[in-house]
């Protein structure tokens, strides 16, 4: 456990517990506010992550930002985005399990630097790690749940929204809640 960001995020760009990093240009470690009170987590690094460094910033990215914006936030003012691989799997696979075990002390231990009051998992992969492995991100997005401390809450992923446009309005109710229940928890202030 590293008790700093600049050292935790040295170590985890040195990182060769996987063979996720040979196929990968370089780490994605996160990025935001690193003092912020909400932690959305992906899956892992796409091709656009995996050129520029920084998560959610190709085509799914670009969607996120725009949901993100039509509550009131910037992911670079209320929240930290973070990835449970950090290193971009083949072709965009899914990550396997034994990777996202071995790659997730990192977000573990970005999760403990930060005590973050909210976590949003971007995706069934994100919600099956984080909040439960038979989690139904279908039926259970937008659902708040206690766990350690913190709410846990999934939506759906941004890139399934590109594949099913249908899926947007349901998503940007989740968002809807997030504000809302940031709002409730003091973390932004009320729209008026
Ligand atoms: N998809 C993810 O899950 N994470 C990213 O960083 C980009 C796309």
Redesign the pocket.
Known sequence: MYEHWEDLEAACKSCRKCSLREGCTQV?FGEGNREAKVLFI?????E??DVQG?????R??QLLDRMLDAVGLSRHKDLY????VKCRPPQ?RDPLPEEQEQCIEWLRNQTALMHPKIIVC??R??AMKIIRPDFKITKEHGIFFEKNGSLLMATL???ALLRNPSSKPGAFDDFIKLREKMEELGLVEKEA
């Open positions: 994605v992906g899956e892992g690094p796409g656009q992550e920084k998560p959610f910033v190709g799914s990215g985005i973070a990835n449970i965009n971007l995706g992969i994100s992923h941004p890139a």
